[in-house]
Protein backbone atom coordinates (compact mmCIF):
# COMPACT_ATOMS: atom_id res chain seq x y z
CA UNK A 1 0.00 0.00 0.00
CA UNK A 2 1.26 3.19 -0.94
CA UNK A 3 1.45 5.95 1.90
CA UNK A 4 2.74 8.67 0.18
CA UNK A 5 -0.67 9.19 -1.56
CA UNK A 6 -2.03 10.14 1.83
CA UNK A 7 -1.65 12.89 4.09
CA UNK A 8 0.34 11.49 7.16
CA UNK A 9 -0.38 14.71 9.19
CA UNK A 10 -3.73 13.67 9.30
CA UNK A 11 -4.39 11.72 12.52
CA UNK A 12 -7.45 9.83 10.90
CA UNK A 13 -4.87 8.69 8.46
CA UNK A 14 -2.34 7.70 10.57
CA UNK A 15 -4.22 5.54 12.79
CA UNK A 16 -5.75 3.87 10.02
CA UNK A 17 -2.30 2.78 8.72
CA UNK A 18 -0.99 1.67 11.98
CA UNK A 19 -4.11 -1.10 12.40
CA UNK A 20 -3.57 -2.14 8.78
CA UNK A 21 0.36 -2.78 9.64
CA UNK A 22 -0.91 -4.60 13.28
CA UNK A 23 -3.47 -6.61 11.25
CA UNK A 24 -0.86 -7.87 8.95
CA UNK A 25 2.01 -8.03 10.90
CA UNK A 26 -0.16 -10.23 13.77
CA UNK A 27 -2.70 -12.15 12.11
CA UNK A 28 -5.79 -13.54 13.34
CA UNK A 29 -7.25 -17.34 12.51
CA UNK A 30 -10.84 -15.75 13.71
CA UNK A 31 -10.65 -12.90 10.98
CA UNK A 32 -8.94 -10.94 8.57
CA UNK A 33 -9.76 -7.51 7.08
CA UNK A 34 -7.66 -4.90 5.36
CA UNK A 35 -8.59 -1.26 3.55
CA UNK A 36 -9.13 -0.61 -0.24
CA UNK A 37 -6.79 0.16 -2.12
CA UNK A 38 -8.34 3.25 -3.34
CA UNK A 39 -9.89 4.32 -0.02
CA UNK A 40 -8.40 3.17 3.27
CA UNK A 41 -11.49 4.35 5.14
CA UNK A 42 -13.14 1.44 3.78
CA UNK A 43 -12.28 -2.00 4.81
CA UNK A 44 -13.41 -5.58 3.24
CA UNK A 45 -13.48 -8.71 6.22
CA UNK A 46 -14.41 -12.04 6.88
CA UNK A 47 -15.21 -13.04 10.20
CA UNK A 48 -15.40 -17.18 11.24
CA UNK A 49 -18.77 -18.30 12.98
CA UNK A 50 -18.42 -18.39 16.72
CA UNK A 51 -17.33 -21.79 18.26
CA UNK A 52 -19.95 -24.39 19.87
CA UNK A 53 -22.61 -22.36 18.26
CA UNK A 54 -25.02 -22.62 14.74
CA UNK A 55 -22.43 -20.31 13.08
CA UNK A 56 -19.38 -22.58 13.67
CA UNK A 57 -17.60 -23.56 10.37
CA UNK A 58 -18.79 -20.65 8.58
CA UNK A 59 -17.23 -17.62 7.13
CA UNK A 60 -19.08 -14.47 6.52
CA UNK A 61 -17.94 -11.38 5.07
CA UNK A 62 -18.67 -7.79 5.38
CA UNK A 63 -17.26 -4.16 4.87
CA UNK A 64 -16.60 -1.61 7.51
CA UNK A 65 -16.87 1.74 6.84
CA UNK A 66 -14.71 4.55 9.09
CA UNK A 67 -15.68 8.29 9.25
CA UNK A 68 -13.28 10.70 8.93
CA UNK A 69 -12.87 11.54 12.49
CA UNK A 70 -11.95 7.99 12.97
CA UNK A 71 -10.59 7.27 16.41
CA UNK A 72 -13.14 9.66 17.95
CA UNK A 73 -16.30 7.98 16.00
CA UNK A 74 -17.25 4.66 15.52
CA UNK A 75 -17.41 3.10 12.52
CA UNK A 76 -20.21 1.18 10.79
CA UNK A 77 -20.88 -2.02 9.88
CA UNK A 78 -22.81 -4.32 7.66
CA UNK A 79 -22.60 -8.26 6.47
CA UNK A 80 -22.46 -9.28 2.83
CA UNK A 81 -23.06 -13.38 3.49
CA UNK A 82 -26.31 -14.63 3.87
CA UNK A 83 -25.75 -15.93 8.27
CA UNK A 84 -29.48 -15.94 9.73
CA UNK A 85 -28.65 -13.02 12.37
CA UNK A 86 -27.90 -9.92 10.44
CA UNK A 87 -29.32 -8.71 7.38
CA UNK A 88 -26.89 -8.44 4.52
CA UNK A 89 -26.17 -4.66 2.88
CA UNK A 90 -27.96 -3.23 5.86
CA UNK A 91 -25.58 -1.59 8.59
CA UNK A 92 -25.65 -3.01 11.90
CA UNK A 93 -26.93 -1.45 15.01
CA UNK A 94 -24.48 -2.56 18.20
CA UNK A 95 -22.99 -0.82 20.42
CA UNK A 96 -19.71 -0.98 18.79
CA UNK A 97 -20.98 0.93 15.79
CA UNK A 98 -22.01 4.36 14.32
CA UNK A 99 -25.62 3.57 15.96
CA UNK A 100 -24.57 4.12 19.59
CA UNK A 101 -21.41 6.48 19.40
CA UNK A 102 -22.14 7.51 23.24
CA UNK A 103 -20.70 3.68 23.95
CA UNK A 104 -17.76 4.17 21.23
CA UNK A 105 -14.13 4.68 22.99
CA UNK A 106 -11.23 5.84 20.72
CA UNK A 107 -8.79 3.14 21.87
CA UNK A 108 -11.18 0.24 20.10
CA UNK A 109 -9.45 -0.26 16.82
CA UNK A 110 -10.73 -2.49 13.60
CA UNK A 111 -9.51 -5.21 15.73
CA UNK A 112 -11.45 -4.60 18.73
CA UNK A 113 -14.55 -4.54 17.05
CA UNK A 114 -14.37 -7.32 15.40
CA UNK A 115 -13.93 -9.41 18.25
CA UNK A 116 -16.96 -8.04 19.51
CA UNK A 117 -19.25 -8.01 16.73
CA UNK A 118 -18.00 -12.71 16.67
CA UNK A 119 -19.36 -12.43 20.19
CA UNK A 120 -22.52 -10.67 19.27
CA UNK A 121 -23.82 -13.16 16.40
CA UNK A 122 -24.90 -16.21 18.84
CA UNK A 123 -26.70 -13.69 21.40
CA UNK A 124 -30.42 -12.70 21.51
CA UNK A 125 -31.29 -9.88 18.81
CA UNK A 126 -34.09 -8.63 20.96
CA UNK A 127 -35.45 -7.02 17.71
CA UNK A 128 -32.48 -5.00 17.06
CA UNK A 129 -32.05 -2.93 13.80
CA UNK A 130 -30.61 -4.89 10.86
CA UNK A 131 -31.24 -8.79 13.00
CA UNK A 132 -32.87 -11.89 11.76
CA UNK A 133 -34.53 -14.72 13.95
CA UNK A 134 -33.58 -17.57 11.86
CA UNK A 135 -33.95 -21.24 13.47
CA UNK A 136 -30.73 -22.87 14.71
CA UNK A 137 -30.90 -25.58 11.68
CA UNK A 138 -31.37 -22.56 9.17
CA UNK A 139 -28.40 -21.01 10.05
CA UNK A 140 -26.28 -24.43 10.33
CA UNK A 141 -27.33 -24.59 6.72
CA UNK A 142 -26.11 -20.99 5.28
CA UNK A 143 -22.93 -21.37 7.64
CA UNK A 144 -22.08 -24.64 5.08
CA UNK A 145 -23.46 -22.51 1.99
CA UNK A 146 -20.86 -19.52 2.75
CA UNK A 147 -17.68 -21.55 2.82
CA UNK A 148 -18.62 -22.15 -1.08
CA UNK A 149 -17.17 -18.75 -2.29
CA UNK A 150 -17.44 -15.03 -0.96
CA UNK A 151 -20.28 -13.19 -2.08
CA UNK A 152 -20.19 -10.80 -5.40
CA UNK A 153 -20.27 -7.52 -3.91
CA UNK A 154 -18.57 -4.19 -5.45
CA UNK A 155 -15.56 -3.44 -8.06
CA UNK A 156 -13.47 -5.97 -9.76
CA UNK A 157 -11.35 -4.25 -7.51
CA UNK A 158 -12.89 -4.95 -3.99
CA UNK A 159 -14.32 -8.86 -5.71
CA UNK A 160 -10.69 -9.17 -6.02
CA UNK A 161 -9.63 -8.58 -2.37
CA UNK A 162 -13.01 -10.66 -1.06
CA UNK A 163 -11.66 -13.86 -3.04
CA UNK A 164 -8.16 -13.55 -1.18
CA UNK A 165 -9.64 -12.97 2.12
CA UNK A 166 -11.91 -15.63 1.25
CA UNK A 167 -9.05 -18.20 0.17
CA UNK A 168 -7.31 -17.28 3.53
CA UNK A 169 -9.94 -17.88 6.12
CA UNK A 170 -11.16 -20.75 4.61
CA UNK A 171 -7.64 -22.35 4.68
CA UNK A 172 -8.19 -21.61 9.23
CA UNK A 173 -11.81 -22.78 9.37
CA UNK A 174 -12.55 -25.91 10.72
CA UNK A 175 -15.09 -27.92 9.36
CA UNK A 176 -18.67 -27.30 10.07
CA UNK A 177 -20.36 -29.48 13.06
CA UNK A 178 -22.75 -32.13 12.12
CA UNK A 179 -25.31 -32.06 14.27
CA UNK A 180 -26.00 -35.35 16.36
CA UNK A 181 -28.97 -36.68 17.52
CA UNK A 182 -29.61 -39.41 20.08
CA UNK A 183 -31.07 -42.78 18.93
CA UNK A 184 -34.77 -43.26 19.52
CA UNK A 185 -36.19 -45.10 22.47
CA UNK A 186 -37.28 -48.24 19.97
CA UNK A 187 -33.58 -48.33 18.90
CA UNK A 188 -32.41 -48.84 22.30
CA UNK A 189 -34.05 -50.78 23.45
CA UNK A 190 -33.12 -53.32 19.92
CA UNK A 191 -29.52 -52.46 20.82
CA UNK A 192 -30.13 -53.94 24.35
CA UNK A 193 -32.05 -56.85 22.61
CA UNK A 194 -29.15 -57.72 20.44
CA UNK A 195 -26.24 -57.11 23.92
CA UNK A 196 -28.13 -59.87 25.40
CA UNK A 197 -28.61 -62.23 23.17
CA UNK A 198 -25.23 -62.02 22.19
CA UNK A 199 -23.88 -63.45 25.13
CA UNK A 200 -26.01 -67.00 25.42
CA UNK A 201 -23.95 -68.48 28.71
CA UNK A 202 -25.93 -65.60 30.60
CA UNK A 203 -29.22 -64.94 29.09
CA UNK A 204 -30.05 -62.46 31.53
CA UNK A 205 -27.03 -60.26 30.59
CA UNK A 206 -25.84 -56.78 32.38
CA UNK A 207 -29.55 -55.96 32.26
CA UNK A 208 -30.74 -57.77 34.66
CA UNK A 209 -27.78 -57.18 37.38
CA UNK A 210 -28.90 -52.80 37.20
CA UNK A 211 -32.69 -53.78 37.39
CA UNK A 212 -31.53 -56.16 40.56
CA UNK A 213 -33.40 -58.99 42.15
CA UNK A 214 -37.02 -59.48 41.61
CA UNK A 215 -38.74 -57.93 44.22
CA UNK A 216 -41.57 -60.72 44.00
CA UNK A 217 -39.04 -63.15 44.62
CA UNK A 218 -36.81 -61.44 47.12
CA UNK A 219 -40.00 -60.70 49.47
CA UNK A 220 -41.64 -63.93 49.65
CA UNK A 221 -40.74 -65.81 52.42
CA UNK A 222 -39.37 -69.45 52.89
CA UNK A 223 -42.47 -71.25 54.05
CA UNK A 224 -44.25 -69.28 50.45
CA UNK A 225 -41.60 -70.48 47.88
CA UNK A 226 -41.86 -74.29 49.78
CA UNK A 227 -45.72 -74.23 48.92
CA UNK A 228 -45.24 -72.69 45.41
CA UNK A 229 -42.73 -75.66 44.71
CA UNK A 230 -45.74 -77.90 46.35
CA UNK A 231 -47.97 -76.59 43.83
CA UNK A 232 -46.02 -77.14 40.72
CA UNK A 233 -45.55 -79.51 38.45
CA UNK A 234 -43.34 -82.49 39.41
CA UNK A 235 -42.61 -83.60 36.28
CA UNK A 236 -41.88 -80.43 34.87
CA UNK A 237 -40.57 -78.74 37.45
CA UNK A 238 -38.88 -81.05 40.13
CA UNK A 239 -38.79 -79.77 44.06
CA UNK A 240 -35.53 -79.06 45.32
CA UNK A 241 -35.03 -78.62 49.04
CA UNK A 242 -34.77 -74.81 49.73
CA UNK A 243 -31.70 -72.81 50.13
CA UNK A 244 -32.70 -71.18 54.02
CA UNK A 245 -29.98 -68.69 54.97
CA UNK A 246 -28.88 -68.98 58.84
CA UNK A 247 -31.32 -65.73 59.76
CA UNK A 248 -33.93 -67.76 58.40
CA UNK A 249 -33.18 -71.47 60.05
CA UNK A 250 -33.63 -69.29 63.24
CA UNK A 251 -36.43 -68.08 62.64
CA UNK A 252 -38.85 -71.06 61.21
CA UNK A 253 -37.39 -73.23 64.18
CA UNK A 254 -37.68 -71.07 66.98
CA UNK A 255 -41.61 -72.12 67.63
CA UNK A 256 -40.61 -75.74 67.50
CA UNK A 257 -38.13 -75.77 70.18
CA UNK A 258 -40.34 -73.62 72.54
CA UNK A 259 -43.15 -75.69 72.50
CA UNK A 260 -41.60 -78.59 74.37
CA UNK A 261 -39.16 -76.41 76.66
CA UNK A 262 -42.61 -75.13 78.32
CA UNK A 263 -44.20 -78.50 78.72
CA UNK A 264 -41.36 -80.06 80.21
CA UNK A 265 -41.36 -77.06 82.40
CA UNK A 266 -45.01 -77.99 83.45
CA UNK A 267 -44.27 -81.26 84.44
CA UNK A 268 -41.17 -80.78 86.37
CA UNK A 269 -43.77 -78.01 88.40
CA UNK A 270 -46.52 -80.64 89.12
CA UNK A 271 -44.07 -83.37 89.77
CA UNK A 272 -42.62 -81.04 92.52
CA UNK A 273 -45.57 -80.01 93.62
CA UNK A 274 -46.71 -83.49 94.18
CA UNK A 275 -43.54 -84.64 95.47
CA UNK A 276 -43.75 -81.59 98.19
CA UNK A 277 -47.45 -83.09 99.54
CA UNK A 278 -46.31 -86.56 99.51
CA UNK A 279 -43.73 -85.31 102.20
CA UNK A 280 -46.04 -83.16 103.70
CA UNK A 281 -48.45 -86.17 104.20
CA UNK A 282 -45.84 -88.21 105.74
CA UNK A 283 -44.58 -85.89 107.55
CA UNK A 284 -48.02 -85.24 109.14
CA UNK A 285 -48.51 -88.50 109.77
CA UNK A 286 -45.65 -89.68 112.03
CA UNK A 287 -46.69 -86.26 114.02
CA UNK A 288 -50.00 -87.73 114.78
CA UNK A 289 -49.06 -91.40 115.57
CA UNK A 290 -46.39 -89.68 117.66
CA UNK A 291 -48.39 -88.18 119.82
CA UNK A 292 -51.11 -90.95 120.24
CA UNK A 293 -53.55 -90.02 117.80
CA UNK A 294 -52.57 -93.36 115.50
CA UNK A 295 -55.31 -95.31 116.01
CA UNK A 296 -57.66 -92.70 115.69
CA UNK A 297 -56.31 -91.99 112.35
CA UNK A 298 -56.31 -95.36 111.47
CA UNK A 299 -59.85 -95.82 112.49
CA UNK A 300 -61.37 -92.97 111.22
CA UNK A 301 -59.72 -93.72 107.45
Request: proline share 10%; aromatic share 6%; with cysteine.
Amino acid sequence: MAEDKYNLKNAAVKRILQEVKEMQSNPSDDFMSLPLEENIFEWQFAMRGPRDSEFEGGIYHGRIQLPAEYPFKPPSFMLLTPNGRFETQTKICLSISNHHPEHWQPSWSVRTALVALIAFMPTNPNGALGSLEYTKDERRVLAIKSRETAPRYGTPERQKLMDEIHEYMLSKAPPVPLATSSPAPEEQNTNREDEVQENPENPSGKAAEERGPNPSVADTTTEERRELALDADPVQAPIEPPSVRPSEHRILHTPEQTIPRQADDRIFTWAAVGLTIAILALLLKKFMKANGHGAVFMDES
